[in-house]
């Protein structure tokens, strides 16, 4: 299939025909689970029949060609990266399964790009989840659309070749929509600048979506309430069609005798995020924005693996991109002692409520990725909305695989509960970092955290940080209760430390991705590097 | 207050003001939408104004609100265009817009100027206008811009393919048409003609038209509402003919119709309807065959087709009447009927109308298409295709065909059974889509004609089978009957073009040491191949040394090479090319080439057939040269005999020619000394005895080795058993005497025989002499050795039995071997050939030999075929 052929403007936007495009976009949604597996099936015979006549197929497949999905997983060996690299880092073409038209590139948060490349069947299924992930971010109800040719959407995404870039530029192909920046202007700019820009520009044209990362969103939310404090005017401002925003928007939020919040301005009909911290965000940037944020499930090398349905709850599994498997939890950790252990997997329709799995997916379409460990452990949190009526199971991110940080084999934290009790104890803070550390050889989670304030203890910080932990977390409590130890460690660094290293780092020319230091696991380089900046206390 | 003239504007100013509120409840962000909202909204205004000017109390009032229609108006026809080019896609718009909407600010300017309408008068109907200096230009230009809309409406609707943009610009354009008719009727009854301005009434038809194609996605086909609209005026007018005549009639017998009560009235228009049913039937009848003109009888045949085919059996005349009526009924591009192929595997074509030749559509049976068709028992379009989210579990190729086919309706042949075929119909000529009729009318096509298909197909598929298994045997008998494998090539390529299309083939062998493949055969009928083994030997350049052990089939070339020895074939315009391994006890002895220039032209029947085939062709080769290989051993192995033998005879002559003088000499020397005891007596004697045995040696020898090139020959006679027992019994009594053994001779008489033996009484007497002095050899002194003849069954069998010790069945195994000597007889002066010798003369008179042991001793018996005496005849 040519990408001509699959982008082409769809035509339901225009002719305003609801139901059709709901059905279209968002008719997985509609699916009962054995439906589900037969779509599955099917395109993963399709995928081992492209895989089988190509080079790295074949080396993935170990020569063998399975005849169905159950002699797929029993045969093929699980993958990572590192087995693809040779073919991917050079870019060939001519060993994947099928030829691609774009490489999609990771943020390279462990250190190194992945690359991934997308066939144009690939790409024409990015762009119209993404388009699935609009029309859901402003639905009500089932079969409400509010996505139609014209809408004005604001872009708050890195470029292409980041997966994100691709997405919205290969999405505005299918519907006219006005980028907010315009793609072509936006491309050179560095991310902040783009952000700047795209908010400006809506306030003279409006905005009807975003699509960005959550704490974008959030942090745009707080700076309007001290907009309305330290009001600069500018050319933008003084625009007519903005002031014509502003106007009602400050009289609306003096009568409501609180600051200025977007709300005030745009009435957006939806927000896409995606990222591990929307839920950490969720009720602020409903608060800021007046809509929940849309949690999407997203990564390079599989594109969209789910997203929530319009009640914005948990997550439904995306059929058409790839072929997913379940590690069960107990065997996942069996898996991380033992390396060479080849943990079983289940499928969609054997997962159980309440279990958290490590997800292992291969790409349909002519993708490369087979059977290929993303490192992601997510939970399935019910096995269909009663709510909604969706039939699928419902998922939750729950963490990195190698994000997991184990006190004392107990206690397994990971970036959400940690993030969330951070965000819980109600002290603004900039950044955090957090690690296992040994102090006199016991384990302890050495949290590394930049407040607002720098007039408080981090003794208290980390007490306030145990108790939202121990009613965050089961295990944790139950750790604290039985073994009577203190887990945890907090470092207060002094304010600015994290913007210093951001811009030690844009300095050396780092990349956007490595601007900041990790939340989990940052190697020691790299706390070495954040302590450097300050001076350190606590 | 005049109803009928003041109450239409009042429903044009609400309505127009409801839709707008509908069209922007829809799709509140949608610039069309908006656009098109400010349309009805200046609609709804214009009507305002109007029922304001009409309501009127002075005609100074009324000119007020005249003056507001001629404002109203600008924006009514500068939105409609706008909203038309955005509808229609219209590229760089811009300045276009900026002049259309700098020509409304113009007359909208001008409107209350007194310029574009000067004053009021009364006019039959109510208020009419006197027209201002600049009413002619104020026209011309803003019914200009809704004309130029028309004009852009019908320029998208010829280039649209799409069927609902095409019915959504036929609604407003046939809108905007009756707009422009309202301003014509208005203008005419301003220059007080006695005609009605209806431009109140076209506006809200125009309203409401146009509101329809924006706000409903499915519209109703456009001709079939003005077919059906045409017959009901045609009806209705009739109908009011006659109920006009009827009155008339009646009132000729006094009797008043109109003044009839209402209940009368209703009764009377009741049973005018329902005497006009068959007239509306009738009316719809033609209208619909002026509308269909081409496709009316087919559209008729269509109905009764499944009744018509039933009796037929024929697969191909079935089906080919199906999708030639259907193309014709349907005004369709393309028509493919799909059918299970012999493994229930595949859907395949078995006819089609207008499909590219290029195309080879197949559907697996386990695709979703197959799939939801048997499940839902619906039909399938290919806009469900495209939105329903159980179509994205489609396969890239199956994507590509069902591109490639442009398909726009797939409808299910269904049985009681399940589905058993596949209709499938591309667009319409007309860009249409398929009318609720024509669905309707497919759906009862499909129901009747399923069972007829499918009953068919399974005759077809029989019939296949058999003419298969008669091919197969065929082959299988020239295969056994025939060694030249040239012929049998030529056999099996005329027998295959039969069964397949062959425009090419060729057959590569290796060697028996698997050397390089090398072309055995080829033939061509195709004028694009100058030479078939010119094109063999080529692809052979790109085939690996040896033969391929699997098939390799690709059924399009044109879509797919993976190979040069593809590309090869593609050049020389082969579309289909199969490549079969030739087998035989497992080896692969080479391959078998077919090629065609129709695509996908091998089913997997066809390729099942042409394995066996392949594998019929492959055990003639192997035969072959199974027996070419045997020939060459055989002919060396009598090469070396013949010159073993030739060496033989030279040497027994050699020997012969003294050993006679020897022999002689040696008798004579014996006779001289006959009377002489001395020693000289005794070696006179040994040197006679001993060169009679070297003479009888050397005689042996060679006649073993004439037995042995088979150049002795018998000549047979009618022979006398008992003469041949007196010759032997007298020839053999000397060695009797001399080991004082009796000779019991047990041979009947002649009378006593029915018949006599055909045979050549020399060997016959050579075989007994040999029998029987190996008998008197091997039986003791003093003993008695048996001569018998009798009949068994047809034979005459011959037995001499000794006194020697039992021959174990070991031994009567190798006895008739040659150079095997008895352990007895070792040293005895034989060379073990004389049973050898006797066996094959025994054979050669058509008779066996054998031996039989028991205590008493044994029995060499052989047989000879008796022949009966019946009076000359034999």
């Known amino acids: 299939m040519k990408l001509d052929s699959l982008l082409k403007k769809d035509g339901l936007f225009s002719a305003g025909d609801a139901e059709k495009i709901w059905l279209k976009y968002c008719g997985f949604l509609d699916l009962p689970l054995d439906e589900f597996m037969v779509i599955q099936k099917a395109l993963l015979m399709d995928q081992i029949e492209m895989a089988s006549n190509s080079e790295l197929g074949r080396k993935m497949m170990q020569g063998r060609k399975p005849a169905s999905m159950e002699e797929f997983c029993r045969t093929v060996p699980f993958t990572t990266y590192s087995d693809y690299e040779p073919y991917l880092s050079q870019k060939r073409d001519d060993a994947m399964p099928a030829k691609p038209v774009i490489w999609a590139h990771t943020s390279g948060r462990t250190g190194v790009f992945k690359w991934a490349p997308y066939t144009a069947a690939r790409v024409g299924r990015l762009a119209d989840d993404t388009l699935a992930a609009f029309i859901l971010s402003a639905a009500n109800r089932k079969g409400e659309v509010h996505l139609w040719d014209g809408v004005k959407v604001v872009l708050n995404l890195p470029p292409a070749p980041y997966i994100t870039g691709i997405m919205a530029g290969f999405s505005a192909q299918r519907i006219s929509y006005r980028a907010i920046p315009p793609l072509e202007e936006a491309a050179d700019m560095e991310f902040q600048e783009r952000i700047k820009f795209g908010f400006k520009m809506a306030l003279q044209t409006g905005a009807d979506f975003a699509a960005s990362i959550a704490v974008v969103l959030a942090k745009v939310g707080e700076s309007f309430g001290q907009l309305g404090r330290t009001a600069k005017f500018s050319w933008t401002t003084l625009h007519p069609m903005a002031m014509l925003r502003l106007l009602p928007a400050v009289i609306k939020s003096k009568l409501a005798r609180r600051p200025m919040l977007p709300r005030d301005i745009w009435h957006v009909k939806g927000l896409v995020c995606g990222g591990t911290d929307t839920s950490i965000y969720r009720d602020q940037i409903a608060h800021y924005w007046g809509v929940e944020p849309l949690d999407v499930y997203v990564a390079t090398e599989t594109g969209y693996i789910a997203m929530q349905g319009w009640d914005k709850k948990g997550m439904s599994f995306v059929p058409y991109s790839n072929f997913y498997e379940f590690i069960p939890e107990e065997e996942w950790l069996k898996s991380r002692v033992d390396k060479k252990y080849q943990p079983t997997t289940v499928l969609m329709d054997k997962v159980e409520e309440g279990k958290v799995y490590e997800i292992v997916i291969t790409n349909f379409h002519g993708g490369p990725f087979l059977r290929y460990r993303i490192g992601d452990l997510i939970k399935i949190v019910s096995l269909k909305d009663e709510k909604t009526g969706v039939r699928l199971p419902q998922m939750m991110f729950q963490s990195r695989a190698d994000d997991v940080i184990d006190i004392a084999g107990f206690a397994r934290l990971d970036e959400k509960s940690i993030w969330r009790s951070i965000q819980n104890i109600n002290l603004p803070y900039e950044d955090w970092s957090a690690r296992k550390e040994y102090v006199q050889e016991k384990p302890v989670l050495h949290i590394y955290l930049e407040l607002v304030r720098d007039d408080i203890d981090s003794r208290e910080v980390e007490r306030l940080i145990d108790e939202q932990l121990i009613a965050l977390d089961k295990n944790y409590s139950d750790l604290r209760k039985m073994t009577q130890v203190e887990p945890i460690v907090v470092t207060l660094l002094q304010p600015g430390t994290f913007q210093q290293y951001q811009k030690g780092k844009q300095a050396a020319g780092f990349d956007l991705a490595h601007l900041k230091p990790p939340h989990m696991n940052a190697p020691d380089t790299i706390i070495q590097d954040l302590l450097s900046r300050q001076g350190a206390s606590g | ?874």
């Open chain 2, 1 to 874: 207050m005049n109803v009928y003239y003041q109450v239409p504007p009042l429903i044009g100013f609400g309505l127009s003001f409801l839709l707008a509120v509908l069209v922007i409840r829809q799709h509140p962000y949608s610039f069309l939408h908006r656009i098109f909202a400010i349309f009805l909204t200046s609609m709804g205004l214009w009507a305002l104004t109007v029922f304001g000017m009409r309501t009127s109390d002075t005609l100074d009032n009324a000119l007020w609100w005249e003056k507001g229609i001629f404002v109203a108006y600008p924006v009514i026809s500068v939105s409609f265009y706008h909203f038309v080019l955005v509808l229609t896609g219209f590229k760089n718009r811009g300045r276009i817009l900026a002049v259309a909407y700098s020509l409304m600010v113009i007359f909208i300017g001008l409107a209350p100027t007194g310029l574009v309408v000067s004053d009021m008068k009364m006019m039959w109907y109510g208020y009419g206008f006197i027209a201002g200096p600049m009413l002619l230009s104020y026209i011309i230009v803003l019914y200009g811009i809704v004309i130029l809309a028309i004009f852009q409406l019908v320029k998208a609707y010829r280039v649209s393919t799409s069927s609902v943009e095409k019915n959504r610009y036929a609604y407003v354009g046939v809108g905007a048409i009756l707009c422009v008719l309202g301003l014509i009727s208005d203008v005419v009854a301003e220059r007080g003609d006695h005609v009605y301005p209806l431009g109140i009434v076209r506006n809200i038809l125009f309203t409401m038209l146009t509101t329809y194609a924006m706000i409903k996605y499915h519209l109703l086909d456009f001709y079939m509402v003005i077919r059906r609209g045409t017959t009901y005026v045609i009806v209705s007018a009739l109908g009011v003919g006659v109920l006009i005549g009827v009155v008339s009639l009646v009132y000729l017998f006094g009797i008043d119709a109109w003044s009839l009560d209402t209940g009368m009235k209703v009764a009377f228009i009741i049973v005018l309807a329902v005497l006009l049913q068959p007239l509306l039937k009738w009316t719809q009848g033609k209208v619909d065959k002026w509308f269909y003109r081409g496709r009316y009888d087919y559209l008729r045949v269509l109905e009764s087709l499944g009744e018509e085919t039933k009796t037929i059996t024929d697969l191909g005349v079935i089906t080919a009447s199906l999708v030639n009526t259907v193309a014709a009924a349907m005004q369709c591009q393309s028509v493919l009927v799909l059918l299970p192929d012999a493994e229930d595997k595949w859907f395949v074509p078995v006819a089609n109308r207008g499909v590219p030749e290029r195309l080879s559509p197949r559907i697996r049976q386990d695709s979703v298409v197959v799939w939801w068709l048997g499940q839902r028992e619906d039909f399938l379009s290919r806009e469900q295709i495209s939105v329903m989210p159980y179509f994205k579990a489609l396969t890239a190729a199956e994507k590509e065909m069902l591109a490639q086919l442009e398909a726009e309706l797939f409808v299910p042949l269904l049985t009681r059974e399940g589905l058993k075929g596949i209709l499938v119909l591309g667009r319409k000529l007309s860009e249409q889509d398929y009318s609720p009729e024509e669905t309707r009318m497919l759906r009862v096509v499909a129901r009747q004609m399923a069972t007829t298909l499918d009953n068919a197909r399974l005759y077809d598929l029989q019939m296949r089978r058999y003419r298969e298994q008669a091919l197969l045997a065929k082959l299988s008998t020239a295969v056994s009957a025939e060694l030249d494998l040239k012929k049998i090539y030529n056999l099996f390529i005329r027998e295959l073009k039969e069964a397949v299309p062959i425009d090419f083939a060729s057959t590569n062998l290796m060697d028996e040491k698997g050397g390089p493949l090398v072309t055995a055969f080829a033939i061509t009928v195709s004028p694009n191949i100058r030479s078939a083994h010119e094109l063999a030997r080529k692809s052979l350049e790109h085939i690996p040394g040896r033969a391929e052990p699997e098939l390799h089939y690709n059924a399009n070339l044109e879509w797919e090479r993976k190979s040069p020895v593809e590309d090869r074939f593609y050049e020389v315009g082969m579309r289909s090319l199969l490549r079969l391994p030739l087998r035989s006890k497992g080896s692969v002895l080479g391959n078998f080439i077919l090629a065609t220039k129709t695509p996908d032209a091998y089913n997997a029947e066809d390729i099942k057939l042409l394995q066996q085939i392949a594998i019929q062709l492959a055990i003639a080769i192997d035969k072959s040269r199974l027996y070419e290989a045997e020939r060459e051993a055989r002919l060396e192995l009598e090469r070396q005999d013949r010159d073993r033998t030739d060496l033989v005879n030279a040497l027994v002559h050699e020997i012969k020619t003294p050993l006679t003088a020897m022999v002689a000499s040696a008798e004579l020397l014996r006779e001289e000394l006959a009377s002489d005891d001395s020693a000289l007596g005794d070696l006179s004697r040994n040197l006679e005895v001993s060169t009679h045995n070297l003479d009888r040696r050397i005689s042996e020898l060679m006649d073993f080795a004439k037995v042995q090139s088979m150049e002795t020959l018998v000549q047979v006679q009618p022979v006398s058993v008992h003469d041949v027992a007196q010759r032997v019994t007298a020839q053999i009594s000397e060695l009797l005497q001399s080991r004082q053994q009796t000779l019991k001779l047990e041979v009947p008489e002649l009378p006593e025989l029915p018949g006599y033996i055909k045979a050549d009484p020399d060997r016959i007497n050579q075989v007994l002499l040999n029998l029987l002095t190996n008998a008197s050899k091997f039986s003791g002194l003093n003993q008695t050795i048996c001569l018998r003849s009798y009949m068994l069954n047809s034979d005459m069998i011959f037995e001499v039995h000794d006194s020697a010790p039992p021959i174990d069945a070991q031994e009567r195994e190798l006895i008739f071997k040659p150079y095997y000597r008895r352990s007895k007889g070792k040293g005895s002066g034989g060379l073990g050939l004389g049973l050898f010798i006797s066996k094959k003369l025994v054979q050669l008179h058509g008779g066996k030999i054998w031996i039989e042991s028991d205590g008493s001793g044994n029995s060499f018996k052989f047989s000879l075929p008796l022949v009966y005496d019946t009076g000359g005849k034999t």
